[in-house]
């Protein structure tokens, strides 16, 4: 399993990024796959998650009506549209599948992360 994310960037207080994730190693379009993020000092954390076969959508409360989850299975990538960024939205952001729908929690090794600083 690998997965690689892209699209961080540092962004002033709402403006907007979009993140990437590319998967490969495993059945994509199957999986659940959702983004997770750390900030320093902090643990890791739930942000959204897309279902493998309806397409659902779970978002955290912290992002819900400012983040939109997508996928395209096709490209066996994962998206992540942030708008309205906070101060404290800054953290690394990953990608990861998960096994089972509501339980958040990332089933393969993490990838690198990619750094979304939002900054004035």
């Known amino acids: 399993v690998q997965l690689v994310e892209s699209g961080g960037g540092l962004v002033q207080p709402g403006g907007s990024l979009k993140l990437s994730c590319a998967a490969s190693?495993?059945?994509?379009?199957?999986?659940?796959m959702a983004w997770f993020r750390q900030a320093p000092e902090k643990e890791r954390e739930f942000v959204a998650a897309?279902?493998?076969?309806?397409?659902?959508?779970y978002y955290a409360e912290p992002v819900k009506g400012r983040f939109t989850i997508s996928r395209d299975n096709a490209k066996k990538t994962v998206y992540l549209q942030m708008n309205s960024l906070k101060l404290e939205d800054t953290a690394v952001y990953y990608c990861?599948?998960?096994?089972?729908?509501?339980?958040?929690?990332?089933?393969?090794?993490w990838g690198q992360g990619t750094q979304v600083t939002v900054s004035s």
């Open positions: 990861n599948f998960v096994r089972t729908w509501g339980t958040w929690v990332g089933a393969a090794s």
């Open positions: 190693g495993f059945t994509f379009s199957t999986y659940h």
């Open positions: 897309v279902s493998g076969l309806s397409g659902n959508r």
